[in-house]
């Protein structure tokens, strides 16, 4: 496999840069070669944040994503400033609940109100990170559903164990869906 760019962007608080880790983890479990680069504004809670994460079976020469093969945005400042690092026939997938205007849809777009889910099937948002990773794992197939289990239960602290695995459920669910 070419080298799999994915781009998880929002804004700081919303747990973007340890899902970058989960996703890296859950590769490095299944043995395959993983860079995982963060970025974020000054502000704990508000300003920017985005992963980065390239999985490949090849070597990787630069660590962060260029050239995105997904792009996940849970804003629409997220959304509007790496929409276009989006490859031609990339994924794109957004949080309808904060990103409401699509500047150019991408042929494989995927629209979601991820946070109000989180909010309506597990009473908190907090979780919204695990179920949009979920979802993009089970789109993408970049690593196994199993892989991004085990990377979540070796990486969350254990109190938040079993929330984050429901949240996964979900996310998978809801690509299930898309996928009939």
Known sequence: MANYEVRLSGSGGQGLILAGIILARAAVI????????????????????????????????????????????????????????????????????????LALAAENTFELPFTDIAQEKLGSPISTNIMSLAFLVKITGIVKEESLKQSIAETVKPAFVELNHKAMEIGFELARKYKQ
Do not use: H, M, W
């Open 30 to 101: 299944e043995k395959r070669r993983v860079t995982q680069t963060q970025s974020y504004g000054p502000e704990s809670r508000g300003g920017y944040s985005r992963a980065d994460v390239i999985i490949s079976d090849d070597e990787i020469f630069f660590p962060e994503a260029t050239n995105f093969n997904c792009l996940l945005a849970l804003t629409q400042e997220a959304c509007d400033v790496y929409l276009f690092d989006l490859r031609e026939n990339g994924i794109l997938i957004i949080d309808t609940t904060f990103v409401k205007n």
